[in-house]
T-cell receptor, first 113, second 110 residues
Framework: QQQVKQSPQSLIVQKGGISIINCAYE??????FPWYQQFPGKGPALLIA?????SEKKEGRFTISFNKSAKQFSLHIMDSQPGDSATYFC????????????FGAGTRLAVHP | NAGVTQTPKFQVLKTGQSMTLQCAQD?????MSWYRQDPGMGLRLIHY???????DQGEVPNGYNVSRSTTEDFPLRLLSAAPSQTSVYFC?????????FGPGTRLTVT
């Protein structure tokens, strides 16, 4: 049973455009929602994370939007750059269960110049 | 700090062979985990440890063993490799919610 569903599987965006990746979760006990960025040949690295007490969190060009009632969250990358080309994973866990991070399937983003 | 290190980077095994994937961290983190990454499936938790001497199973533990004798090291053992274990393996450590991942080991079982 896939507890975190991520879409799209792949995404092509022109330089300067907005990249949007969506995730939906099932377990209402989840209260920590990170996004990880992975470049080819590297391990994932934390990009930005949100907790359900806020609806939006912004760090530079990266924004998480969170909809608790719909059990959905999304990553927006503004002014997308070729250097943003990577695979992005959403994930979810709950306090006291950070060891059991549940990942989405991943989205491969390509930003064309 | 080197962070989380993994060896080897690549490995090819024949079915039935055994091997140990090494993982070490120098951040003095209590918590360490092993994940496998397969296309279209994200990362799935194999085993994790909450401190030296304490380990537990994750989502996909079958075919894998772990032990944690020191805070720094968390090796993953494949006792009898199967083609289904062909994957990229990531070790991670954490203190708080953020996981720090190693560079991965790409394992092929033929």
């Amino acid at each position: 049973q896939q507890q975190v569903k991520q879409s799209p599987q792949s995404l092509i965006v022109q330089k300067g455009g907005i990249s949007i990746i969506n995730c939906a979760y099932e377990n209402t006990a989840f209260d920590y929602f990170p996004w990880y960025q992975q470049f080819p040949g590297k391990g994932p690295a934390l990009l930005i994370a949100i907790r359900p007490d806020v609806s939006e969190k912004k760090e530079g060009r990266f924004t998480i939007s969170f909809n608790k009632s719909a059990k959905q969250f999304s990553l927006h990358i503004m002014d997308s750059q070729p250097g943003d080309s990577a695979t992005y994973f959403c994930a979810a866990s709950y306090s006291g269960g950070y060891n059991k991070l549940i990942f989405g399937a991943g989205t491969r983003l390509a930003v064309h110049p | 700090n080197a962070g989380v290190t993994q060896t080897p980077k690549f490995q090819v095994l024949k079915t039935g062979q055994s091997m140990t994937l090494q993982c070490a961290q120098d951040m003095n983190h209590e918590y360490m985990s092993w994940y496998r990454q397969d296309p279209g499936m994200g990362l799935r938790l194999i085993h994790y440890s909450v401190g030296a001497g304490i380990t537990d199973q994750g989502e996909v533990p079958n075919g894998y063993n772990v032990s944690r004798s020191t805070t720094e090291d968390f090796p993953l053992r494949l006792l009898s490799a199967a083609p289904s274990q062909t994957s990229v393996y990531f070790c991670a450590s954490r203190q708080g919610p953020e996981q720090y991942f190693g560079p991965g080991t790409r394992l092929t079982v033929t």
